[in-house]
């Protein structure tokens, strides 16, 4: 049964001519984003970020304002997104004595599209509900260029009816979404999709690894792999990043990391043992401890090709 909220559905119609739109977190994504809102319209009322420099352009090319606090943002927006990095940035941004996004907060929509632990999620939640303010899980797959262009995938999760009423702003960022139930079940899912794409991408990169020791013609590799059960979203999109080292980050191998760990703490919660994706994030970490983190997850191949970084 969904999970609703002791307040009534959040009463905003939402519409591009009046919604001011905030975004906490304007890095890769969530600058992305607030760039997609502007061109469908919405005023962006406000960005914020820890990285000043970057909020402060962003809303230079926006003409918006790069707020100095968090409060800030939630007084001057009526929805405000939140797209950052971890844990421990989600529980400041809505917890920091002082400065906070639920100060003032009543009847405002808070859109948290980071991919964070599930209890998280339900602990602002909570807290937002406590505050009278209205709150929505909603971790998306996809990458740069998606955000960009509104084609993102949205796992929403929380009350329903604030998901629907959410929807004018969902739809413009996203090729499709899907209300998954009750706070935390979105971001669950998520950890699942990016635990498998993980496995996926280093499954990937031993196979063209092993392939290049052989002598083997990758193009043909490649070719031969997406017409059989080798194929994958992964051969399309990191295949011949693997094959010629080309790392520009879509998605990094730190978050490659993190995002598996969320998944493995969950697998140890349902006393399950999940040997493949702990051998994922054992690549990963090391990426991370070689100081590659910050490349794309295709530079796994970086630890599988002979005569690169890993071996």
């Known amino acids: 049964m969904t999970k609703t909220s002791p307040h009534p559905p959040y009463p905003m119609f939402i519409n591009p001519a009046s919604t001011s739109i905030g975004v906490v ?21 406000a960005v914020y970020d820890v990285a000043t420099d970057s909020a402060m352009s962003l809303a230079e090319e926006l003409q918006t304002t790069a707020a100095p606090n968090l409060v800030s943002v939630t007084t001057v927006c009526d ?21 906070h996004l639920l100060m003032g907060s009543a009847g405002k929509l808070f859109i948290n599209c980071a991919t964070i632990t599930p209890k998280v999620h339900c602990d602002v939640m909570a807290l937002a509900t406590d505050s009278g303010a209205f709150m929505l899980e909603c971790p998306m ?6 955000a960009r262009e509104g084609t993102l995938y949205l796992m929403c999760a929380g009350n329903e009816a604030v998901y629907h009423e959410a929807l004018p702003v969902l739809n413009h960022l996203s090729a499709s979404t899907v209300y998954t139930g009750e706070a935390g079940t979105a971001s669950s899912l998520k950890a699942l999709v990016n635990m498998v794409m993980n496995m996926n991408t280093a499954a990937l990169a031993e196979g063209l690894g092993l392939a290049d020791a052989l002598g083997l013609d990758l193009d043909v590799v490649k070719q031969v792999f997406a017409q059989t059960g080798a194929n994958s979203r992964v051969l ?12 520009a980050v879509y998605f990094s191998s730190a978050h490659a990391a993190k995002d598996s760990g969320i998944a493995l703490e969950l697998g140890k919660q349902a006393g399950l043992t999940l040997p493949v994706a702990q051998a994922t994030l054992a690549q990963y970490q090391r990426l991370v401890s070689l100081g590659l983190g910050e ?4 530079a796994v191949a970086e630890l599988t090709f002979r005569d690169r970084h890993g071996t």
């Not at 977190?25 to 009322?45: E, K, Q, S, T």
């Not at 939140?82 to 529980?91: C, E, Q």
């Open 25 to 45: 977190g304007v890095g890769r994504m969530g600058a992305n984003m607030a760039r997609r809102l502007a061109d469908c319209g919405y005023p962006i009322g």
């Open 295 to 298: 490349l794309d997850k295709s």
């Open 236 to 247: 399309q999109t990191d295949g011949d990043d693997m094959q010629y080292r080309d790392h």
């Open 141 to 146: 797959a996809s990458s740069i260029t998606q």
């Open 79 to 99: 929805v405000i997104i939140t797209v950052v990095s971890d844990d421990v940035a989600m529980k400041a941004i809505y917890t920091n004595p002082g400065d």
